[in-house]
């Protein structure tokens, strides 16, 4: 199947800093990503749409001035936490794919 | 009504049992179909997709009903291994969204 990379695999860092995490497609090209978030023992959560060349669709809730995504290039689409506090603290996923939806490993952030 | 509703689980069998997982879907304009498991701490991979026609790789079945907006998962002689949370998914085209349901965990016990 397609391969997705996420980087960085784990964060901490201390409340009010910003956390940039990135999302790759590495043997396709990717006009259309996903952003998750997963909190323990819950569902994962459609975060956004992300877009290449164009702006991030937002799910009901995530507001897009915390949660800044940029979809520059066909394989790479970056979500920015900005100002983190221990409530984003939580397991973000990427998917990117055709048809079918192929996962990064994900990003586990734990704000202090 | 949530768009994809899972069984609430969870499932506990015993090894070699069959168990089934059942999801419904709200959009009728759905087009495709799938069923990751997500193992504990780590991100869903694909399981298998579903067809209208049903589709079977092993010990593991799954079929969909379109006229019911309703997908199952039946998993044949439970392995230790089976124990994770499986996911049914669901891509709606029009919409380019693809949509997941809370999960299903399944512990297979020894």
């Known amino acids: 199947g397609a391969v997705v990379s996420q980087h960085p695999s784990w964060v901490i860092c201390k409340s009010g800093t910003s956390v940039k995490i990135e999302c790759r497609s590495l043997d396709f090209q990717a006009t259309t990503m996903f952003w998750y978030r997963q909190f323990p023992k819950q569902s994962l959560m459609l975060m956004a749409t992300?877009?290449?060349?164009?702006?991030?669709?937002?799910e009901q809730g995530v507001e897009k001035d915390k949660f800044l995504i940029n979809h520059a290039s066909l394989t790479l689409s970056t979500l920015t936490v900005t100002s983190a506090h221990p409530e984003d603290s939580s397991f973000y996923i990427c998917?990117?794919?055709?048809?079918?939806?192929?996962f990064g490993p994900g990003t586990r952030l734990l704000v202090l | 009504r949530k768009e994809v509703e899972q069984d609430p689980g969870p499932f506990n069998v015993p090894e070699g049992a069959t168990v089934a997982f059942n999801c419904t879907y709200s959009?009728?304009?759905?087009?495709?179909f799938f069923w990751y498991r997500q193992d504990c701490r780590k991100e869903p991979k694909l399981l298998m997709s579903?067809?209208?026609s049903g589709n079977e790789d092993g010990r593991f079945t799954a079929q969909l009903n379109r006229a019911s907006q309703y997908i199952s998962l039946l998993i044949r002689d439970s392995k230790l291994s089976d124990s994770a949370t499986y996911l049914c998914v669901v891509n709606v085209t029009s919409y380019d969204k693809v949509i997941f349901g809370p999960g299903t965990s399944l512990s297979v016990i020894p």
């Open positions: 579903v067809y209208s």
């Open positions: 998917t990117g794919g055709q048809e079918t939806q192929y």
């Open positions: 992300s877009n290449e060349g164009s702006k991030a669709t937002y």
């Open positions: 959009n009728s304009a759905s087009q495709s």
